[in-house]
């Protein structure tokens, strides 16, 4: 009976199956703009650290950088809490919106902020107030794009479809990394990005936001919002504490992948031009080419995770992580060639995407339609906020205190912490609460 039940569930028309494709492509669309407009941040940040932080120290410049980049994510549970209350409340949709609108606004001010030299410590304070801003903004995309793309895909092709929010995330750094290429070889010289140029890309995010803004307005709300399995008296901060395991839970199972996810995303270019010594171009193209392999990695380990489930992934990244991240990063450091070193980044993504492919989808599945946003958001903001927002800033602290290889250790001793409870917690793709909803 059960069997036949699923079964019918899963009994989908060509039409169903295209709406459904329509509105995870819209809504993953947005999301790489949004994580477009974050991330040039830290992919021009190289270029423009000088202009808001005066000095002739470039690790001293680049701590100021990171300093702010890393403040930026504590506003982080803020925003998840804000978007949350309005995903949970008034519809995915409308916090989806919202989301994208403000990181429109955080765009445009870091554009047209004046540096130093024209108005001295305003410069970094108006930096400092466009990035969270932002923070604010990407607090609430997470969980909002996270519940909404788990919500609209079909259940035994959920780990594949929910798979493109990293896609789509890691898509936006690609698109910045191309930004920044484009800009570095064909229409700027290094002199004039730092001097101008590199307000262009912040220019251009606020134009896609834009773009992504007239894209959500007409996108199609999921049936699990729409449905009685959410029903919105109460704040859903609130209902968030009836589920203290399930949130301690996704604090616990982020932590470590959310730590290996920005050493190989925002910290690798800074490692690989100040630690591994290779120049400007090398680490972009570098860093490019990790992007790309690691997006083709996402659907395939999303739709392994719809065979073997969520579980296995999640404790394959646990172990190899914990046992080769000291490993690859020593390798790194000491890779003269960029060969070598474009092989070992490529290395540690095979690790890392074992997590990122499937943990919005894992927090997705963990918590009822009612609470889903603010539940997914809010722990998960909390542990980016302590351990993805802070690795760069850690790693150049660490470097500048003459111990860079206790960074290392650092995270893997946080990998481990979330094997920990990969270990114990329970397979959520056979005890789904989105198919639970359903069924019902």
Known sequence: MADAREETLEEESLAEAARRLKAIVIGSLG???EWYDFYVYSAFSLYFANSFFPGDDPVAQMLSGAGVFALGFFMRPIGGALFGEIGDRFGRRRALTLSVLLMCLGSLIVAATPDYASIGEAAPALL????????????????????YLCEMAASRRRGFYSSFQYVTLIGGQLTALIVLLVLQNLVFTPEELRAYGWRVPFAIGAGLALFALIMRRDLEETEAFASEAAPRQ??????????????????????GGTLAFYVYTTYIQKFLKLSAGLSDAQTTW?????????????????ALSDRIGRRPLLIAFGVLGTLFTAPLMTAIQTARDPWTAFALVLAGWLIVGAYTSINALVKAELFPASVRVTGVAVPYAIAVSLFGGTAEYVALWFKSEGRESWFYYYVS????????????????RSASRIDAERIR
């Open 31 to 33: 999301n790489l703009v």
């Open 128 to 147: 400092l107030f466009a990035r969270l801003l932002q923070g604010l903004s990407l607090g609430g995309e997470y969980g909002s794009s996270a519940a």
């Open 234 to 255: 109460r704040s859903s901060l609130r209902a968030l504490l009836s589920y203290p395991r399930e949130a301690a839970t996704v604090v616990g199972l982020t932590m």
């Open 286 to 302: 570098i860093s490019a080419g990790a992007l790309v392999f690691a997006m083709a990695l996402q659907p395939a380990y999303g």
């Open 413 to 428: 001793a946080a990998i481990f912490c979330s094997l920990i409870v990969y270990s114990r917690m329970p397979e959520t």
